[in-house]
């Protein structure tokens, strides 16, 4: 294993002149995004491949990474998604029996630059202090003022539409695993579940597979009649990256969705459905991405950990005097987690009952979907 000291030297300057020294333990260029921390203390490969992540340099706040490696099991998608990655401590030994690589190897292949040494501390609270910054990061050049005026010019993600980066190219259907076959199987008895991709995480379609459903992934441009076509029982609206507002076509589909089956968003399908029935959405500060944020379920009073990743919101005040009931907020700032219709079969989380990685308080949404699509089949 290379010494730290003796790996190439990497800079991350954010959009304030705030300067980071490290070094690159996998990877070499440059990498421009959104820098952002995720509070998780295990699940780095299921943070790497998150489509939620596209557009951003993730920085882990626990200090080590590298310690179980890379295993074929927990992918969230079929690549890396996030731009570069931000650690305190890189360990190159593996030690985990379901270990194939090293997170470095990892990175390596999908030429992705990982960084240590970093003072993930003080970046932290960098970006609580003033918010989510976009940011530069270089093994190429040491001269700040040349990667200021680049990350300067770095457009960041509001107004931008990420999803197109991430959803899939073409339908098909979820069974063990994507197949390429895209029509429903006639010897599956499970409900059918329609999902619309706007960057889907495995993890919620293994989910939905556990819950005896069969699913159909649809991209995320897929106009309703379409997906109507196909006579699903219920419509999944599934998380993705970046700025809802941008994602205008996804917003009209969930609009012309809405009454016509059973419908259950997760995060920015959340978000989706808020815009769809009127709402608005804004950026938080510094977002809420980790595997530990309390959420409460003002039906029963109940807490749940919850795993969060997301950057924009639902705005409270916009939803007033829709025919809509609030189901779940967030303890730590008090913004909108959760959401059902009053006068149609549709409800959604901001948050991630898949957890990967996370606890698994939430994970009962998925049968109450399931029982929502048995009562209006």
């Known amino acids: 294993m290379t010494e730290p000291w003796k790996r190439p030297r990497a800079l ?48 882990m706040t626990y200090p080590l990474a590298g310690t179980y490696g890379v295993n074929d099991e927990d992918m969230e998608s079929e690549r890396i998604q996030v731009e570069a990655f931000v650690i305190k401590e890189y360990q190159d030994f593996a030690s985990n029996w379901r270990s194939r690589k090293t997170l470095a190897r990892f990175l390596e292949e999908s030429g ?5 040494g970093i003072d993930t501390r003080r970046l932290t609270r960098r970006l609580r202090l003033a918010g989510a910054m976009r940011g530069i990061i270089s093994t190429e050049t040491a001269n700040v003022e040349e990667l200021l005026d680049r990350v300067q010019a770095f457009p960041g993600l509001s107004g931008v539409d990420m999803v197109r980066r991430v959803t899939c190219p073409a339908p098909y259907r979820w069974e063990n695993g994507p197949q390429p076959d895209a029509d429903w199987n006639p010897r599956h008895p499970g409900l059918r579940v329609a999902a619309l991709d706007c960057g889907i995480k495995y993890n919620i379609l293994r989910n939905l597979e556990r819950s005896g459903c069969q699913v159909k992934v649809y991209p995320a441009w897929t106009p309703a009649d379409q997906i109507l076509a196909s006579d699903p029982d219920g419509v999944f609206l599934s998380n ?47 977002g809420h991405r980790g595997a530990n944020q309390p959420v409460k379920d003002l039906t029963t009073g109940r807490v749940e950990v919850t795993s969060q990743n997301h950057g924009f919101c639902v705005d409270l005040e916009s939803m007033k005097g829709m025919p809509v009931r609030l ?22 989380v901001q948050y991630h009952p898949e957890a990967s990685p996370g606890p698994h308080d939430a994970v009962y949404l998925f049968e109450r979907f399931v029982q929502l699509m048995e009562k209006h089949r």
């Open 12 to 59: 991350l300057v954010l959009e304030d002149g705030t300067v980071f020294k490290g070094h690159a333990f996998a990877g070499h260029g440059e990498a421009l995004g959104e820098v952002v921390f995720n509070t998780a203390m295990t699940g780095y490969q299921e943070v790497l491949t998150d489509p939620s992540y596209k557009g951003q340099i993730v920085a």
């Open 112 to 116: 992705k630059i990982g960084i240590e």
């Open 240 to 286: 993705g990256p970046g700025d809802p507002a941008a994602v205008h076509y996804a917003v009209d589909t969930v609009r012309n969705l809405l009454g016509t089956k059973p419908v259950f968003g997760i995060c920015l399908g959340h978000q989706l459905m808020g815009l769809a029935l009127g709402g608005r959405t804004f950026k938080l500060k510094f």
């Open 327 to 348: 189901t779940h907020i967030n303890l730590n700032d008090n913004t909108l987690e959760g959401m059902e219709h009053l006068e149609i079969p549709a409800f959604s």
